[in-house]
Every structure is written in structure tokens, then in C-alpha cells.
Nanobody
Framework: VQLQASGGGLVQAGGSLRLSCAAS????????MGWFRQAPGKEREFVAR????????DYADSVKGRFTISRDNAKNTVYLQMNNLKPDDTAVYYC??????????????WGQGTQVTVSS
């Protein structure tokens, strides 16, 4: 499956952005989806994930209450709504798709990143 992330940009602290990740190539609804981010000089970190049905969502502690992951299987797209953004949220954001690795966090496909920059 091919993943295309978009929606990044420059925003002031306290602002909002919505990232999108469009999937193509295989049946999107078979995959659980995740968002990750990597800041300069830091390792990639988990942000959020969602099951194929959308029934379960998990978040990193650092984004709980501010970010919301969702998906629209009819549009083959997963979203990350980011509110009350902080400078520490500045990173390249990546989406990923996994088919059977929910329990161990294994993802099979990765998209290219989209830059999010939050100014103070």
C-alpha cells in the first residue's frame, strides 16, 4: 500500500492543524493505521494509532487530550487533528499502516513525512 501524508505547515503555539494520510494500492480497511513523528536530533516516536474499524484509538501521553486520530475507510484516509499545538510538537510526521502487528506495534508500510513547525 502507498501512503501519502499531507497537511503540515507552520502554525503558532496554540493553533491547530489537521494532517491527512491517503492510502492506495490495497484494501485500506484491512489495515490499522498510526502516526509517528521525528524531531531533529531525536528518534522517531509514536503519536497515535487506530484500529481498522476505528473502534480503538491509542495516544502518546504527550498528545492526549490535544490530538485526535480518525479514519474514513470510504476515502482511504486517516487523519490526525492536532489542537493546542506546542513548540515541542515540531517534527516531521509520518503515517504508517500495519496488518497484523497491533499487539507488537509492527507496521508494514510507511509514508513520506510532512513537516509540522510550531512557533512560540
Amino acid at each position: 500500500v502507498q501512503l501519502q501524508a499531507s497537511g503540515g505547515g507552520l502554525v503558532q503555539a496554540g493553533g491547530s492543524l489537521r494532517l491527512s494520510c491517503a492510502a492506495s494500492g490495497r484494501t485500506f480497511s484491512n489495515y490499522f493505521m498510526g502516526w509517528f513523528r521525528q524531531a531533529p536530533g531525536k528518534e522517531r516516536e509514536f503519536v497515535a494509532r487506530i484500529t481498522w474499524s476505528g473502534a480503538r484509538k491509542d495516544y502518546a501521553d504527550s498528545v492526549k487530550g490535544r490530538f485526535t486520530i480518525s479514519r474514513d475507510n470510504a476515502k482511504n484516509t486517516v487523519y490526525l487533528q492536532m489542537n493546542n499545538l506546542k513548540p515541542d510538537d515540531t517534527a516531521v510526521y509520518y503515517c504508517a499502516a500495519g496488518i497484523s502487528g497491533w499487539s507488537n506495534g509492527k507496521y508494514n508500510y510507511w509514508g513520506q513525512g510532512t513537516q509540522v513547525t510550531v512557533s512560540s
